[in-house]
């Protein structure tokens, strides 16, 4: 099994759709957590850390579930630009390590 | 500001040549150092990170090693390349631990073995 675990999609979305990703972890040592973005043969690029209290940026929010081990991103109001896959990623370990679950790979249709 | 710089951004080698890509940091010191793969339809994977000069662990086993000669240089090589170690290398960095938790990648390598 993996540490983190994502749902590969795709997830094919209209234009201003609200979409949901969500993320387990099965290491409870875990210490951060965040979402990256990937676009296509590109390095991943920080979208946002991910707190206990839930956080917001934008039309993004992100969500964090400790008890259950569980991580989630909702993008509102899709746009085109989302288009992209989505990795989520949890920091463990004295050398703050990060895992990287397999990514969802959204598309937003026209 | 601080940036992350690897080389080359692409390369095809035949099976059983050597490798070296290379990674640098400017605009801060004693960073963590990482090397990432990504093969084809699957995630990242880390290879190797270090903590600083001359410290070096591995994830691992494989046909690859990791050298730190300087501060914010970061090098991934091979004697021997295998038809496996295709994939998409990134280096990557973040401040000492307790300094702040963003990890901040290279533009990558691509590499193909053939």
């Known amino acids: 099994r993996k540490e983190v675990e994502q749902d590969p999609g795709p997830f094919n979305v209209p234009e201003g759709a609200t979409v949901a990703f969500n993320c387990t972890y099965s290491?409870?040592?875990?210490?951060?957590f965040f979402w990256y973005r990937q676009d296509c043969r590109k390095e991943p690029k920080l979208l946002m850390s991910?707190?206990?209290s839930g956080n917001e940026d934008g039309r993004f929010t992100a969500q964090l579930n400790r008890a259950s081990q569980y991580i989630s991103l909702l993008i509102r109001d899709s746009k085109l630009s989302d288009s992209a896959t989505y990795l989520c990623?949890?920091?463990?370990?004295?050398?703050?390590?990060?895992?990287f679950g397999t990514g969802t790979l959204l598309a937003v249709q026209p | 500001s601080q940036t992350i710089h690897q080389w080359p951004a692409t390369l095809v080698q035949p099976v059983g040549s050597p490798l070296s890509l290379e990674c640098t940091v400017e605009?801060?010191?004693?960073?963590?150092l990482y090397w990432y793969r990504q093969a084809a339809g699957r995630g990242l994977q880390l290879l190797f990170y270090?903590?600083?000069?001359?410290?070096i662990s591995s994830e691992v086993p494989q046909n690859l090693s990791a050298s730190r000669p300087q501060d914010r240089q970061f090098i991934l090589s091979s004697k021997k390349l295998l038809l496996s170690d295709s994939g998409f290398y990134l280096c990557?960095?973040?401040?000492?631990?307790?300094?702040?938790?963003?990890?901040?990648f290279g533009e990558g390598s691509w590499l193909t073995v053939v």
């Open positions: 990557a960095w973040k401040l000492r631990q307790n300094s702040g938790n963003t990890i901040y």
């Open positions: 290491n409870s040592a875990s210490q951060s």
């Open positions: 991910v707190y206990s």
């Open positions: 990623v949890v920091m463990r370990g004295a050398t703050n390590k990060l895992i």
């Open positions: 605009g801060t010191s004693n960073p963590n």
């Open positions: 270090s903590v600083g000069i001359g410290q």
